[in-house]
């Protein structure tokens, strides 16, 4: 889990960095976390303690990385609706969203739409 989430990420950005910075541009580097990150979901084993690290790894980024002019944020959302998730949600929504306390789970268009806003210049 620290591998896919956290190692993923530093091996990521150390690649990212020379191209970000060879541009006049300002550069985004935006990552996806989750809400678990925030409040530990014991059904998730170290998949909430890995998006914290992740949490912890962004605010760190964005501190350093700001005077290369490069911005470093995270999106945490809570279910979105994919393959990856579909254990979580799939039959059961309702459960899901009075669980995380949510009217509806989220949609890959609502989140793709705040990663291209934090993306852009």
């Known amino acids: 889990m620290f591998d896919i989430n956290v190692k993923m990420l530093y091996f990521f950005v150390k690649e990212a ?67 990856f998730s579909r254990k979580v949600w799939k039959g059961r929504e309702k459960l899901a969203c009075k669980r995380f306390k949510v009217y509806r789970l989220a949609e890959v268009e609502d989140v793709s739409g705040v990663i291209a806003f934090l993306a852009s210049k």
């Open 17 to 83: 960095i020379p191209l970000l910075t060879a541009s006049k541009e300002v550069g985004s580097i935006v990552v996806m976390t989750s809400c678990v990150a925030y409040t530990q979901e014991n059904l998730l084993g170290l998949y909430s303690p890995a998006k914290l690290a992740v949490v912890g790894v962004v605010k760190c980024l964005a501190k350093e990385l700001y005077r290369f002019k490069i911005n470093v944020n995270a999106v945490a959302p809570g279910i979105v609706k994919t393959r």
